[in-house]
């Protein structure tokens, strides 16, 4: 299986903040790369695929990239409806795997 | 408005069993992949199996191979898991997912979790 590994756990920043979230394969996934934002009691919302593609209606402060083994997901001014969890995702190969979360709080 | 809505969860016995259904609206339900994502508590997001369109092909997670088994109805436009054999370590939020997917360069698809139910509560214990 593949593993994903996420950095930070977790991580506090303010509005109007830049931040990174990174996303490690254990192998090689090329794109196959997406990125979910989860809040409390919610159902997860997919934000990105193919490692740097903007889901349809994802506001353009959110992107991703990278390839292969290490993924960034990207963003910017954070807004006060960015504070959730964060999820990358691989589609590589079976069993599809997610990455533990990184959990993005107001500082 | 696409609309996934899981219903079917509960409180079950370790070695019991239960079936979620996932009654889906707003999408040609038959175009699509289907899937169950499921978190346990306070934890993260575990894929738990795929089905093709004409239920030809599915996939499981290793962990609920021979005990879960997803299924369709293309005609009511619902999804379901049956689950047997369950443990206490099966307890979380199941959630039935749409596939979408999405060329990529170099010609392969990715899976992609693009529409949500809003979770059904599946806990089990004695």
């Known amino acids: 299986d593949i593993q994903m590994t996420q950095s930070p756990s977790s991580l506090s920043a303010s509005v109007g903040d830049r931040v990174t979230i990174t996303c490690r394969a254990s192998?090689?996934?090329?794109?196959?790369l997406s990125w979910y934002q989860q809040k409390p009691g919610k159902a997860p919302k997919l934000l990105i695929y193919?490692?740097?593609s903007l889901q349809s209606g994802v506001p353009s402060r959110f992107s991703g990239s990278g390839s292969g083994t290490d993924f960034t997901l990207t963003i910017n001014s954070l807004q006060p409806e960015d504070f959730a969890t964060y999820y990358c995702q691989q589609s590589y190969s079976n069993p599809i795997t997610f990455g533990q979360g990184t959990r993005l709080e107001i500082k | 408005e696409v609309q996934l809505v899981e219903s079917g969860g509960g409180l079950v016995q370790p070695g019991g069993s239960l079936r979620l259904s996932c009654a889906v609206s707003?999408?040609?339900?038959?175009?699509?992949?289907m899937s169950w994502v499921r978190q346990a508590p306070g934890k993260g997001l575990e894929w738990v199996a795929n089905i093709k369109q004409d239920g030809s092909e599915k996939y499981y997670v290793d962990s609920v191979k021979g005990r879960f088994t997803i299924s369709r109805d293309n005609a009511k436009n619902s999804l379901f898991l049956e689950m047997d054999s369950l443990r206490a370590e099966d307890t979380a939020v199941f959630y039935c997912?749409?596939?979408?997917?999405?060329?990529?360069?170099?010609?392969?698809?990715?899976?992609?979790?693009?529409?949500w139910g809003q979770g059904t509560l599946v806990t089990v214990s004695s």
């Open positions: 192998q090689s996934i090329t794109t196959y």
């Open positions: 707003g999408f040609t339900f038959s175009r699509y992949w």
């Open positions: 193919a490692a740097s």
């Open positions: 997912a749409r596939v979408e997917t999405h060329m990529i360069t170099i010609g392969g698809l990715t899976v992609d979790f693009d529409y």
